[in-house]
């Protein structure tokens, strides 16, 4: 046996992935209650970095959905670089979006922190985010991939695109097909922006998976008067949907408040990002009625 | 005198800058022989990475001319990483800029590479280009901060926006003020695109300085097929400009073929950008005569 | 409440920490089974990247005490960037682990790489790794803080120091005060070796920290032949450990083979240690009988 | 023509290059008016980072000399981020040098910055600095090249160890085979420290390359409370000298004071890397007269 080969970090991949573009070439278009990602349609995904009530989930779910987002994002549990920083409502924040999730009709996307919170999230999301910290947390992407449901899998701080293509492999080698990959920004040199949002990687994806291309704008540049900017970058260069922070009262946001979009912000974004969409012969996605 | 202030390199700028969009609120535009830059008008300037022929530098403007390039780069002093590659042809280059010049009549931006190269390029050039390994050359940027002519100025490859900020203020401060910051990709651990371009970088320049700011896309990425995606994303994130490098037949290109596309690939390209740019309220410039 | 303060990912820290040198000034010195790390002697630990076998460990076990390495690690959970390599002998690895640690009498570390194995691992294990890909797992982080055995906590690839000691603090703040931090190397543009190690990270933790300081010189080079000369570094500049790859037979490992060095490699290498350690002032702790 | 070859960025180097350690088997010893760099003894080079007047520079170099320093360091052409920080003191700094290299009979390193300042540095320092902001300016180095004194060429700021030999290849090429690469710390993510000093650098340069290597611990850390313990690691992985900054008065320094140690620290740091070089079998250089 070559045992050499296979030792090294930077050892060559297996000969057949079933992540690469070759393994198949019309590319993967996922079905998530109606919402197609992947395909024609760019899906925008809003909501507030954490959940933080009742009120300011169900408040920004219906300010993103009429403005035309047709996924809501929210954490429940919320990996903070600072022990003393606020860690989510856990179970209580699953409560709430599922809650909201029944009063919108909008799916949701949420993180999972930890193998042993795959269940309870799984019940309660439609999309099950693994963040930039877990991305090569490469135990919870089994038990992703065992859990059923569509993944959201964000690029890792310096993850090479490379590492991000084999951490979507460990979750397809458990039979779950249905990934999209999310680039976040990097970490560089550069500190006038929380990360470097490297937008080369939309193309680069694509070319090599077949998997969708999601992009977060907000973690990407970490101030909300960039969202916008380069939310339409992002719809110009290809992405198959947006994340984007959304948040009645950024001022007062438990997290992430810096880097949130209000409402009404958002609102105009949208108008922009229909004709930058156009301009490259796709749409974006408009809300759907949840089929529960 | 506070000398403890003015000492670390990380000090405090100095109050007033000449490069702060506070030092002139409504934006530069500069006049490039009827060429606007900074204005309503997206400028493409593209043609080789270097010169190498009177044959392959006429072949190649009249090819970006007829798909709507209205400045023509082209390389005659190219630094390069090892002493064993092609160096450029030097004066016999810009002589042959000059020619094609004429009878094209798109106005030329070309590298210089050492002060004592700046009244030969001068003399021939309509924009000075001051190349990302010398953003830091402080004396170069002082001699072409005295030469009268438009100054294309590129990132550094790990600069920062503040030091490439510093940089301009080199150049303004000897009483020109027609610069042109460039981001071109910023070197990280990614490693399967030649840099990472950095589009966090348009929307933070133009904030913070009234200067406008092009975009390359070639040495953004390295790879000719992404120049396409990155153009796109370059226009609909509010780049007053791209650098675009175009070669006749790009295995034979002397320097930096992989990057170069074929002159129907920029023209394709060219239709799609005309796209995005109406999409985001602007639109490409049209080639002018030269007044000369 | 001031929740802006709060909120945003670079936001003050708690004004008293657990981990700042203030907590502790005359620092904290671990004892692991009669080892003390973080006072006068420097601790060596060395053994395989992974458990592969019974005699592959007892006879690098074997070998690295005699040349004088007062600890036995060794992999039994393998986070592998692909999910075709060698992912471990988990459970099986850790009874290898348990039965060489009777027959040697050298105290263990070895990793933990999910909260449901925290249990399995401190059964057997002396000390409990956390590595770098899992720094950022607070979860993971809380629940070793409960394990009630000590810690080697690794900096993430691209893990500023003050967000290392913000994880330390996630264990701290459980009530675990055993922590060692581990500096492994950081991931930037610099690709002739795995990674860059940063020793600056040495004396910049002893100054913030009472926590004693260990290096990781294979990861941080990825090349054997380094090893031996940034062990000497690290020495001098003042770590408190090194742990250190090696494999009886490199070619033949099962990961991280180019890395480790051979017994006879590494005992000539702790001859010169305990000249450098002398040098400066310490000496090179010597293997102790478990007292179990 | 194999011109595709010879054309990208990161192309395959000539095959027999002046740089490779295979070029010079048994190492390059430059002798600097006595002083030998690249054999048994380390050198250490010291000094202020600018020169600020006659009696701050002739100060300190007695204090330099006196702890046992064999070089002066200190600039006179200064490249400043902003253009309002002080720029050197330049011809008139070049003359204050050269007085006090009479007085001390230390030979002196400056740096030179600008093709058309070679001359007059050449005609007053014993060694001719090129520093980081100018490891890429090819055109310098050629010019340095030719200047028949030895050259001291720092590392880019975000240069790989290639790139760093390959500009040290421009200098060879022109027949100046004395020439100092020196490891100075690269840019990276971690801003607790000014650069990240790459120990690493060292045995990589030493293995692939015949010319002595230096490190320089006050850029590479921005601290002078650090510096004595990246000297001791400096010492220890086998650096053939050290270029350290000391400043009588580090508060009033016109630049770089907080990296700057005083003399009093500078005499004891010198003390303890007599005892880490005679561990790893060197041992320091003493000054030497000036042969003049």
Known sequence: MDTWRSSGAFSEPAPVRLVDRGAKPEGTVLNVLGVHVGGHEVVIMAGPCAVESPE??????QAVKSSGASVLRGGAFKPRTSPYSFQGLKEEGLEMLAWVRQETG?????EVMDTRQVDAVCR??????????????????????MCGKPVLLKRG????????????????????????????????????TRNTLDLNAVPMLKKRSHLPVIVDPS????????????SKAAVAV????????????PQE?????????????FCSMMTELREVAQAVGRQISEPRAVAD
């Open 157 to 192: 701080m310096s993850a090479t695109l490379e590492e991000l293509l084999l951490a979507a492999e460990y979750v397809l080698k458990q039979g779950n097909e249905d990934v999209m990959l999310c680039e976040r920004g990097i970490r560089t040199f550069e500190h006038s």
């Open 106 to 110: 909008l799916p949701v996307v949420t």
């Open 253 to 265: 946001a438990l997290s992430d408040g810096p880097q949130s979009l209000r409402p009404d912000k």
């Open 56 to 61: 300011q989930l169900l408040t920004t779910a």
């Open 219 to 230: 973690h990407g540049t970490g101030h909300w008067w960039m969202v916008p900017w380069m």
């Open 124 to 145: 309660h999301a439609d999309i099950v985010q693994v963040g930039s910290r877990h991305m090569h947390d490469y135990t919870l992407l089994e038990e992703v991939g």
């Open 238 to 249: 290809g992405a198959d949907g947006l994340l984007v922070e959304v948040h009645c009262n």
